[in-house]
T-cell receptor
Framework: GIQVEQSPPDLILQEGANSTLRCNFS?????LQWFHQNPWGQLINLFY???GTKQNGRLSATTVATERYSLLYISSSQTTDSGVYFC??????????FGAGTRLFVKA | DAGVTQSPTHLIKTRGQHVTLRCSPI?????VSWYQQVLGQGPQFIFQ???????GRGNFPDRFSARQFPNYSSELNVNALLLGDSALYLC?????????????FGPGTRLTVT
């Protein structure tokens, strides 16, 4: 089945720093989402981005479907950005596959 | 509008027992998916239902089953509970006609099996 790999697995930033999170997938996908999971377990939608580039405030994402990767950019990080970031891909077999996540900690 | 709701919030069961978890999708959403998230890992896909029919199934044993009702709410049932079934169970809903489409997640049910 399709493999989804996220990097880096862990990231520690000083408040105000920028970062790039990467999601690689091993086969073509129908869509891709980025989520932020808060400490209480709630998955918060960041981007629905099968292809192209989107921006929402300090966050932006780019998916290059032909090269099977997606990037999530976080600029001017804040302590509230801490948590786990997941990418999830939807395959033609009606399955959604999550990556293992990037654990981000932003220090004040 | 209300988001995806799940009940109960927390649950403690004993090995060998049965459990039923419930999910109500966002109004207008006809597709519901279930996921299991073990501590420290990403969510694992269990089922997707659309218009009351199972469309996709992950690599879970037959002890796991689900159904979707005419109002598009859904139940996840797990029989003969094992200690390894302890996890956060997440439900997601999405609009019709878009495959999985953009999925929106509920707060989850935290199941502890002792």
């Amino acid at each position: 089945g399709i493999q989804v790999e996220q990097s880096p697995p862990d990231l520690i930033l000083q408040e105000g720093a920028n970062s790039t999170l990467r999601c690689n997938f091993s086969d073509s996908v129908n869509n891709l989402q980025w989520f932020h999971q808060n400490p209480w377990g709630q998955l918060i939608n960041l981007f629905y981005i099968p292809s192209g580039t989107k921006q929402n405030g300090r966050l932006s994402a780019t998916t290059v479907a032909t090269e099977r990767y997606s990037l999530l950019y976080i600029s001017s990080s804040q302590t509230t950005d801490s948590g786990v970031y997941f990418c999830a891909v939807y395959t033609g077999g009606f399955k959604t596959i999550f990556g293992a996540g990037t654990r981000l900690f932003v220090k004040a | 509008d209300a988001g995806v709701t799940q009940s109960p919030t927390h649950l403690i069961k004993t090995r060998g027992q049965h459990v039923t978890l419930r999910c109500s999708p966002i109004s207008g959403h006809k597709s519901v998916s279930w996921y299991q998230q073990v501590l420290g890992q990403g969510p694992q896909f269990i089922f997707q239902y659309y218009e009351k029919e199972e469309r996709g199934r992950g690599n879970f044993p037959d002890r796991f089953s689900a159904r979707q009702f005419p109002n598009y709410s859904s139940e996840l049932n797990v029989n003969a509970l094992l200690l390894g079934d302890s996890a956060l169970y997440l439900c997601a809903s999405s609009l019709p006609g878009q495959g999985a489409g953009e999925q929106y997640f509920g707060p989850g049910t935290r199941l502890t099996v002792t």
